[in-house]
């Protein structure tokens, strides 16, 4: 256990320990100059590719504007490029499996900002602030033996 302090000048002999230094974060990429991360929400994982290019967004071989019909989730995948500022610098390949369109939705969007991290490191600061890198661990919780699914029971009859 650590000494005790008992006067001013004990005090001042203890020695502060130097507050560390922040992680240094590093470019991360491919042979082929690309960005690859993971994202997940419920049961949907999206792999993702990011390189330059015109702002082309590709998922399972179609334009996302096909693939996510509803403006609510083309909204959501755009978020992190609208925070950073790069909607039209980026080719972004992604290939989801799993879960709901919402769920998907949210996984593209938690993997376009990861790989835009370890393209950019410097845009994790502006990408964390909007919550964007923070994995929404919320999933389906498990039917129960005895109820008719988590948490609704039977109906009551009393005859």
Do not use: C
């Not at 994202?39 to 015109?54: F, Y």
Request: cysteine-free.
């Amino acid at each position: 256990m650590a000494t005790e302090a008992k006067t001013l000048s004990d005090l001042s002999a203890i020695k502060t320990a130097a507050p560390a230094e922040a992680p240094v974060y590093v470019q991360k990429l491919d042979k082929l100059g690309r960005a690859y991360a993971t994202g997940k929400r419920k049961d949907a994982v999206a792999r993702v590719w990011i390189k330059p290019g015109k702002g082309v967004i590709t998922i399972n071989e179609k334009d996302y504007t096909k693939y996510f019909a509803r403006p609510v989730l083309q909204m959501l995948l755009k978020q992190p490029l609208n925070a950073a500022s790069r909607l039209t610098q980026y080719d972004i390949r992604v290939t989801v499996a799993g879960g709901g369109l919402s769920g998907q939705a949210g996984a593209v969007r938690h993997g376009i900002s990861k790989a835009l991290t370890y393209f950019e490191p410097e845009l994790r600061g502006v990408l964390k602030k909007g919550g964007f890198l923070t994995r929404d661990s919320r999933t389906v919780e498990r039917k129960k033996y005895g109820r008719m699914k988590a948490r609704r029971s039977f109906q009551f009859s009393k005859r």
